[in-house]
């Protein structure tokens, strides 16, 4: 259950932004200390993203007090630091319930609340909207303001970039905070740049500058002059020149846990025409010692008891499929000094911590910027190098116009370790890896395996590394694998050639109807466990593209009834490969596939969700008979 909000009597009185504002500005700092603990106290009854929130409590507060949200826009970006902006608009008492199933979304959510005006999961997107927002603004001509939070990582992603430029050249009122976590405050972020800041957002430092624009209007050298001149005052105490030259004013960097400094700056630049700027210096893991140490080690924590200062003590289990992949790219990498390591942003995500301190001259992180990751993946390999591009399922996504074009048009041997394929679980449909199999099956050129258990992870990455005809992907879950006995050698895998696992016993025509069942990754279990329930025989197909064709067609014909199964979307998935085989080969029979529906998979624990969709051992058991029944 939710915290006891009687233990904090100031938030108590401020459950929406409406009542925030009937509080005295005198009392925000107490606002923001009770916000604070009560979002330690949260997080650690449901579990979630931590450091982040801890870090924008202020800005938060500052925000919603001078904004009137919900009909000012306030857009997050991307979301991991928007638990105080939950808490502060309405949605207090089912913080406990975040990220579980049927409880509050992890991220802003358009369907949850009329203050998520943007749904959101990925990064880089806040400033496009935002944009699009301040224009139908400017076009509705009722006084709406728009704001966008954007952290400093976010910043590395192109998106970012493109939305900016486009923003300073049709110069409509918007501001953009920029939230610089990850930085300490530095000496001279303190009293006197708030002073600065308050006086460049100020009514007296844009009316004198503005007026200096009109009369220099007609004495363009002169004018020209002084614009430059102010940009090199304005470059000596603050960074912003970059931001500047796309068309924004910018303004700080202030201290972002300083709640007055917040608030007076933001009501004047609520005031200030055009594209604007606002950096803030915060620190995550604000107001918790272990979180400020190691923000990213708290970035998001299972349930804990915040007065114990550390984090529960995991069980002991098999390996993550990230980890195993991690090893296998240091075990490559200490015999081939060309392997490359690359990862988006995602180092501890996707196993590379040891590989980046161990070869750090081979690891590359192409920060926040999946585009430029897989092309970079292209570059390498056009000069005889071997790139392992690490990327998250959902996170590929962004790069798709790269995989094609790039490195599948050139057939170019650039190996994709697909992380966080299938269901993901807490984080939502933003991060659930359902569609790579989809839109990867139909690009000419590129490899696709989809491992069982760690054992063929590993040599499936291993085929992938000696494979030079062109791309691969190897496409493995999240969380820990299957527990298999490791095999430390590593063998290329026949390209193309799946494996029967079970043979069905009955082979009379008395018998029941025959089923035989063409498994693509780590849902292998939960097919034989279905199997030995009806009898019915099991392929680990192992390749997605190109498939076992003669294994198919062998069995399909030997059986009454094809299953597939895989952990992705059913249209256009491996059962469709399958699918579209039989028919060219004109095998009629009856074809069931199990997998993803077409819709966007909602939070909850991936037990949760696999139960739910049918996909343990269980519900493909019941689809099959429900299906020969039918």
Request: proline fraction near 6%; include cysteine; charge should be negative.
């Amino acid at each position: 259950m939710s915290p006891d909000i009687s233990q904090y009597p100031v938030l108590a009185k401020a459950n929406t932004p409406q009542e925030l504002k009937q509080l005295p500005q005198a009392l925000l700092p107490q606002v923001a200390d009770e916000l604070r603990q009560f979002l330690l106290q949260s997080v650690g009854i449901s579990s979630g993203h931590f450091a982040s929130g801890l870090g924008t409590v202020e800005l938060t507060v500052a925000l919603h007090y001078v904004y009137n949200t919900p009909f000012d826009r306030l857009i997050w970006d991307v979301g991991h630091q928007a638990y105080p902006h939950k808490i502060l608009t309405g949605r207090r008492d089912k913080m406990h319930t975040i990220r579980q199933k049927d409880g509050l979304h992890p991220f802003p959510w358009r369907e949850e609340s009329e203050y998520d005006t943007f749904s959101v999961g990925h990064s880089g997107t806040s400033i496009s909207a935002a944009l699009a927002m301040a224009v139908a603004a400017e076009k509705e001509q009722a006084g709406r303001k728009v704001v966008s939070v954007i952290g400093d990582g976010a910043m590395t992603g192109g998106m970012v970039f493109e939305a900016m430029n486009h923003a300073g050249d049709l110069h409509n009122d918007m501001l953009v905070v920029l939230n610089d976590n990850e930085m300490s405050i530095s000496e001279n972020v303190g009293a006197l740049n708030n002073h600065l800041a308050q006086l460049m957002s100020g009514r007296l430092y844009t009316t004198i500058r503005e007026s200096s624009k009109k009369v220099l209007e007609g004495m363009p050298v002169i004018k020209e002059m002084a614009k430059r001149t102010e940009e090199h005052l304005k470059g000596m105490v603050v960074p912003g020149t970059i931001f500047e030259e796309l068309g924004f004013n910018y303004i700080g960097p202030i201290d972002g846990h300083d709640v007055d400094a917040l608030v007076e700056t933001l009501k004047n630049m609520r005031g200030l025409g055009g594209p604007q700027i606002l950096h803030i210096m915060t620190k995550k893991g604000r107001g918790y010692e272990p979180a400020e140490k190691d923000p990213i080690g708290w970035h998001a924590v299972p349930t804990f008891d915040p007065s114990k200062f550390q984090k529960p003590a995991t069980k002991p289990s098999s390996p993550t499929f990230s980890q195993v992949f991690g090893k296998w790219l240091c075990d490559v990498a200490e015999k081939d000094e060309k392997v490359l390591g690359i990862t988006p942003a995602m180092r501890e995500g996707s196993g590379m911590v040891e590989f980046s301190k161990r070869f750090p001259s081979q690891y590359f992180d192409a920060a926040i910027a999946e585009q430029h990751a897989v092309t970079l993946g292209a570059g390498f390999a056009c000069e005889g190098f071997k790139p392992v591009v690490a990327i998250y399922s959902t996170f590929l996504q962004r790069g798709y116009d790269q995989l094609i074009h790039d490195v599948a048009l050139q057939r170019l041997p650039v190996l994709f370790a697909i992380d966080r394929g299938g269901i993901v679980g807490p984080d939502g449909p933003t991060h659930q890896g359902a569609f790579d199999m989809s839109f990867m099956r139909c690009i000419p050129n590129l490899v696709i395996m989809a491992p069982s258990d760690e054992n063929e992870c590993r040599q499936m990455l291993y085929t992938g590394y000696c494979y030079q005809d062109g791309p691969t992907a190897v496409r493995y879950p999240r969380g820990s694998a299957t527990g298999a006995v490791q095999v430390e050698d590593m063998t290329a895998l026949e390209i193309g050639k799946g494996v029967l696992k079970r043979q069905r016993q009955s082979k009379t025509a008395a018998q029941s109807p025959s089923v035989v069942i063409f498994n693509f990754g780590t849902t292998l279990s939960a097919a034989l466990e279905a199997a030995e329930a009806i009898d019915a025989s099991v392929a680990d197909m192992r390749f997605v593209k190109p498939l076992d064709n003669e294994l198919i067609c062998q069995l399909a014909q030997a059986h009454d009834y094809v299953i597939t199964v895989e952990e992705n979307a059913i249209m256009g998935g491996a059962g469709s490969g399958v699918v579209e085989l039989l028919q060219q080969k004109k095998i009629l029979k009856p074809v069931l596939q199990i997998g993803l529906p077409d819709s966007f998979i909602k939070h909850g624990s991936p037990e949760e969700i696999t139960h739910e969709l049918q996909l343990d051992a269980e519900g493909i058991q019941a689809q099959i008979e429900a299906y020969i029944a039918s």
